[in-house]
């Protein structure tokens, strides 16, 4: 069955398309009761339902624009979020923040919550790989900003960490230490490949080629938070454990710490390791994580510019994708490699 339009409406009404669009935003000044009636009766005889969408795109500014984390619990989306509200607070501007919790479900919903509270724009750390809601918001040149992800098929302005280089960067680290046997621990890249995730397992597998090591599935340890403990047990009691072992993210880092503590493991001296993300613990603990820092305040800076700019259709219509250099930050967690026998 077709889906009716606003055209539909219009014309079975006798109005024009602009009539039946303020009969729909409630803007009934100069219209007549007998107009306003005739619409209403049309719209429930085809049974139309308005895209709130393509409705909220004619609105005037609400100074809002929603912020739709994939996952609060992470440092880098701490480190924007208060990056973002505080650059967009200084331009008159107010943040609604959700936590989509990894559940694209989740953030649809929240889409369509803020579409209907009419915020100027929306930056998004997106959860699935559905295209489909985000072509609607582009197609009506909504403005759109990608945090730490991007989706195939959908070209907006994205910004990201190199996360290949992150790991590359780490891997350097190591073999600079002598060590051979490095470890990944990651979270599963899971059903929607999560970008980070795949491109930091992708950066492992290049590193490994780049060093001339030998490949070893067994040293790709993906597990989710709850699983980590065991899965660091079965990598830990290979016949060749690794010396070096990469946390992916900091959950990881901080699963691999309570791990040594619990299983009086010290670090460096049993087991080197690196962490990807500037976590404030890994500074705390004893002793201090060498890490690579991901500009995470720096990122949601460039991210609120960037929204900005497309809500006063100041910016540019090219969609880039924005890479932003890691570093590394040296700790004391990293020593020379245990001499092979």
Same mark, same amino acid.
């Given at each position: 069955m077709k889906? #009716?339009? /606003?055209?539909d409406?219009?014309q ?7 009539t039946v669009?303020q009969?729909?935003n ?5 219209m007549?009761e007998?107009t306003r009636?005739?619409?209403a009766?049309?719209i429930d005889?085809l049974?139309y339902?308005p ?6 795109l004619?609105?005037n500014r ?6 739709i984390?994939g996952? /609060?619990?992470y440092?880098?989306? /701490?480190?924007?979020i208060?990056?973002?509200e505080?650059?967009? #607070?200084l ?9 989509a919790?990894?559940?694209p479900? @989740?953030e649809? @919903?929240y /889409? ?9 724009g929306?930056?998004?750390f997106p ?11 582009l ?7 990608f ?5 195939e098929g959908?070209?907006?302005q994205?910004?990201?960490l190199d996360?290949e280089?992150a790991? @590359?960067? $780490?891997f ?8 051979e046997?490095?470890?990944?621990l990651?979270?599963p890249?899971?059903r929607?490949?999560?970008t980070?995730?795949k491109e930091?397992i ?6 490994v080629?780049?060093a001339g ?10 597990a989710?938070?709850e699983d980590m403990?065991?899965?660091?047990e #079965?990598?830990?009691s290979l016949p ?11 959950i ?5 710490l309570k791990?040594a ?14 962490g ?7 500074t705390?603990y004893n002793?201090?994580?060498?890490t690579?820092r991901q500009?995470a305040y720096?990122?949601g800076?460039? $991210?609120? @510019?960037i929204?900005?700019?497309g809500?006063?259709?100041?910016g540019s219509?090219?969609?880039i994708?924005?890479r932003f250099?890691p570093?590394? #930050?040296l700790g ?9 026998r």
């Amino acid at each position: 069955m077709k889906k #009716q339009t /606003i055209e539909d409406v219009a014309q079975k009404a006798g109005v024009s398309k602009s009539t039946v669009s303020q009969f729909l935003n409630k803007r009934y000044k100069y219209m007549s009761e007998a107009t306003r009636k005739r619409i209403a009766e049309v719209i429930d005889e085809l049974n139309y339902q308005p895209n709130g969408l393509a409705r909220s795109l004619k609105r005037n500014r609400t100074n809002t624009v929603g912020v739709i984390v994939g996952d /609060i619990n992470y440092t880098l989306s /701490i480190q924007c979020i208060r990056a973002i509200e505080n650059e967009l #607070q200084l331009s008159g501007n107010q943040v609604i923040i959700c936590n989509a919790d990894e559940n694209p479900e @989740k953030e649809v @919903k929240y /889409i369509e919550t803020l579409m209907a509270r009419q915020v100027d724009g929306l930056i998004i750390f997106p959860t699935g790989d559905d295209p489909s809601l985000y072509h609607r918001l582009l197609e009506n040149k909504y403005p759109l900003v990608f945090l730490d992800r991007l989706v195939e098929g959908i070209a907006t302005q994205s910004l990201l960490l190199d996360n290949e280089m992150a790991v @590359k960067t $780490a891997f350097k680290e190591f073999i600079r230490h002598g060590h051979e046997r490095i470890a990944l621990l990651t979270l599963p890249v899971g059903r929607y490949a999560i970008t980070p995730r795949k491109e930091r397992i992708s950066g492992y597998r290049k590193a490994v080629e780049e060093a001339g090591q030998a490949w070893r599935e067994d040293y790709v340890c993906s597990a989710s938070r709850e699983d980590m403990a065991g899965a660091l047990e #079965q990598l830990l009691s290979l016949p060749q454990p690794p010396t070096a072992l990469l946390a992916a993210n900091d959950i990881a880092l901080a699963e691999i710490l309570k791990f040594a503590n619990t299983h009086s493991l010290s670090i460096p001296r049993d087991l080197s390791v690196i962490g990807i993300d500037d976590a404030e613990f890994a500074t705390i603990y004893n002793p201090a994580i060498t890490t690579i820092r991901q500009p995470a305040y720096e990122m949601g800076m460039e $991210a609120s @510019k960037i929204i900005l700019s497309g809500i006063e259709d100041t910016g540019s219509s090219v969609p880039i994708t924005y890479r932003f250099t890691p570093s590394l #930050q040296l700790g004391n967690s990293v020593q020379q490699a245990p001499i092979s026998r």
